[in-house]
């Protein structure tokens, strides 16, 4: 079994969050802006570095909020011959306090926008989810 540590943020103001769009192999849909550790690199750090490279923005993490722990099976993996991967996400709520709204280059999302609270895209990660319960955003 396959594993991977990520880092994510929770991004609200004046009632909208800030999503990132999220493509690969064909498949799509609008998640936290975040993503995966590098070898010996702090979580708190990770998730400055992500929210940077997929919204422009320079973030300000605040409190943890939580570590989701998910089990991809096997099927739904996106590498050939691979079997089920343990994905850790560790889940901070953040601020916005610089930057410039802009959509990153060459990587795993293509867009970044802000949603109202009440109008969050149906077509999301269940990593939004989960970090709006964690977060006391929804029940």
């Known amino acids: 079994m396959d594993i991977r ?3 994510y ?25 975040g993503g995966g550790i590098d070898p010996g690199e702090d ?21 943890l909020l939580g570590i989701d ?12 011959d691979a079997g089920p991967l343990h994905a850790l996400r560790i889940v901070y709520r953040a601020s916005i306090i610089g930057g410039k709204l802009t959509n990153e280059l060459d990587g795993s999302t293509d867009e ?12 999301r990660v269940e990593l939004v989810n989960v970090a709006l319960r964690m977060a006391g955003l929804a029940s």
């Open 5 to 7: 540590v990520a880092a």
């Open 9 to 33: 943020g929770v991004i609200v103001d004046e009632g909208r969050i800030l999503l990132a769009h999220w493509r690969e192999n064909g498949r799509s849909g609008w998640t936290l802006p």
């Open 43 to 63: 979580p708190v750090d990770a998730v400055v570095r992500e929210i940077a490279e997929e919204t422009g923005y320079v973030a300000e993490p605040g409190e």
């Open 69 to 80: 722990s998910y089990i991809v099976p096997a099927e739904h993996r996106f590498v050939e």
């Open 112 to 123: 970044a926008a802000w949603f109202r609270l009440t109008a969050i895209p149906t077509r």
